[in-house]
């Protein structure tokens, strides 16, 4: 069991490396600060990830260069614990292959996670909101749902990391013309809508730990590469989530994700 003097505990669950990065990086790296313990659970090594052109990396060397990474990024970030999973990237489309993440049933992919919660004992307990359109997200998004529902230890905050729909759409706009072939541009309207985000957290402090994060992920083309830099700033210094448990009665958004976990011990 992962033992603190601190009561809070943040698990974030994830389905492929980079997302613990790219999507929840300064949210790892502001618990840290907070002197919050950290696990990462990542579900896949990411294999059906696209090779950075000009990296001398092939579709064989996926998985072993993407799960170092994550630990590299993880721990520069302030992760105490990382936890891989054996499915295998489920890719954008087409049948999911036997073995791969979205093969899998919901309920046995959250029975794994259950077992790690149990194991953890976290006081919160972060995924993706899978408002980018991905498979894998919104796959590991309900297991991990479930598995809050399932475990024997019962966190006291759930939320979703989410990608704000504003900041999204002008994303796409870069894309159109920075990368007009990306399959992003297929997904439909990407992203949450502003009314569905409960909690923003301001992580300025933190944006060059992120940058510096964020390059360990050589393999991959980072999506804020095409980012003019005042969207990718918009981006990278603040932290929006959704509230799931426990249930939001509206209001002003929370700053903090710990505050109302602490509330309900």
């Known amino acids: 069991m992962f033992m603190s003097e601190t009561t809070d505990r943040l698990l974030v669950v994830v389905a492929h490396p980079d997302e613990e990065t790219f999507g929840c ?10 002197g919050v313990p ?12 696209s090779p950075t052109p000009g990296r001398g990396l092939d579709d064989a060397d996926m998985a072993e260069v993407r799960e170092s ?8 970030v302030g992760v105490g614990r990382v936890e891989l999973f ?60 479930r598995a809050v529902e399932v475990s024997s230890w019962r966190p006291s905050g759930v939320y979703l990391h ?23 541009l297929g997904l439909g309207d990407l992203g949450t809508p502003e009314d569905k985000i409960t909690t923003v957290i301001d992580t300025t402090e933190f944006l060059e730990l992120r940058e510096q994060a964020i390059a360990v992920h050589r393999s991959q083309t980072s999506p804020y590469e095409v980012m003019p830099a005042g969207l990718r700033q918009e981006f990278l210094t603040a932290e929006r ?8 009665d509206g209001g002003p958004v929370e700053t903090d994700i710990f505050a109302a976990a602490d509330a309900s011990f």
Do not use: F, N
């Open 86 to 145: 054996d499915w295998v990237d489920s890719g954008m489309d087409g049948e999911p292959i036997p073995g791969s993440l979205c093969a899998a049933p919901v309920v046995e992919v959250a029975a794994v996670i259950a077992s790690l919660i149990d194991d953890v004992c976290p006081s919160v307990v972060v995924t993706l909101d899978a408002s980018d359109g991905h498979r894998d997200h919104a796959h590991i998004r309900d297991a991990t749902l």
């Open 25 to 34: 990086g300064s949210l790892l790296a502001h618990a840290t600060a907070s």
């Open 162 to 184: 989410c990608l704000p729909q504003q900041l999204m759409r002008k994303w796409v706009e870069a894309l159109v013309r920075e990368q007009p072939d990306s399959e992003h």
């Open 69 to 76: 990474e994550l630990r590299e990024a993880a721990k520069l």
């Open 241 to 248: 989530l959704q509230r799931v448990h426990p249930d939001w």
């Open 38 to 49: 950290t696990v990462v659970a990542c579900a896949t090594r990411g294999e059906a990830g």
